[in-house]
């Protein structure tokens, strides 16, 4: 089953320091895509940072990065030097072409709530 | 350049009413996602058009729900008719086609079905 799991609904972290966010998937196909997107509280959806299955190095940008393991089935993300803007949920997501209609779907995780104290 | 823009950004209707929602895209952007975010099933991925074409709608939930592109700046959501299970957030996203990866997500329709 194709499935994104996301085990930790609340973490918190101290301004400036790192903070990693757990992120486990299953898929058998072998070609996927994977996401990670941030929602503030005022709700809008901003895309973070994205890993291919078969790229060779771990995505960064900026202060995220996503430690992808393939042989573990995890694409956790990375939050270097927190920051207070950093609060935010964050969810997981999968992107992976159907064999059959190959037409992409898109599987979200249920999100991990951070939050970044001063 | 303006992101994406959805109107409304609020709607309140009653139990078996048609509600219509829309988007904008960015401009110059080949896909259009509609997304739907509640806090029992999270965030689905509903339709997405290429060039204005549907590509995938196995995310609509019924027949309840449709949705059009009639030309590249324009999309909308339809149900009709509406019921309070309805009732969330629903977002507009588009990308490129060089760069599908990188989504631009609208600022999201909250929707309350009485």
């Known amino acids: 089953a194709q499935k994104i799991t996301q085990t930790q609904p609340g973490m918190f972290v101290q301004e400036k320091e790192a903070v990693t966010l757990d992120c486990t998937y299953d898929?058998?196909?072998?070609?996927?895509?994977l996401f990670w997107y941030k929602q503030p509280s005022s709700g809008e959806m901003i895309f973070l940072i994205y890993?291919?299955?078969?790229?060779?190095q771990n995505a960064t940008e900026g202060r995220y990065s996503l430690n992808f393991q393939k042989a573990r089935k995890s694409a956790n993300l990375v939050i270097s030097a927190s920051q207070l803007g950093d609060s935010a949920m964050y969810f997981c997501?999968?992107?992976?072409?159907?064999?059959?209609?190959?037409?992409?779907?898109?599987?979200f995780g249920t999100g991990t709530r951070l939050k970044v104290l001063a | 350049d303006a992101g994406v823009i959805q109107s409304p950004r609020h709607e309140v209707t009653e139990m078996g009413q048609e509600v219509t929602l829309r988007c904008k895209p960015i401009?110059?952007?080949?896909?259009l996602f509609w997304y739907r975010q509640t806090m029992m099933r999270g965030l689905e991925l509903l339709i997405y058009?290429?060039?204005?074409?549907?590509?995938?709608d196995s995310g609509m939930p019924e027949d309840r729900f449709s949705a059009k592109m009639p030309n590249a700046s324009f999309s909308t959501l339809k149900i009709q008719p509406s019921e309070p299970r309805d009732s969330a957030v629903y977002f507009c996203a588009s990308s490129t086609q060089g760069n599908q990866e990188t989504q631009y997500f609208g600022p999201g329709t909250r929707l309350l079905v009485l």
């Open positions: 058009f290429n060039n204005n074409v549907p590509i995938d």
């Open positions: 997501a999968m992107r992976r072409r159907d064999t059959t209609s190959g037409t992409y779907k898109y599987i």
């Open positions: 898929t058998s196909d072998p070609s996927y895509g």
């Open positions: 401009s110059g952007h080949d896909y």
């Open positions: 890993q291919g299955s078969y790229d060779q």
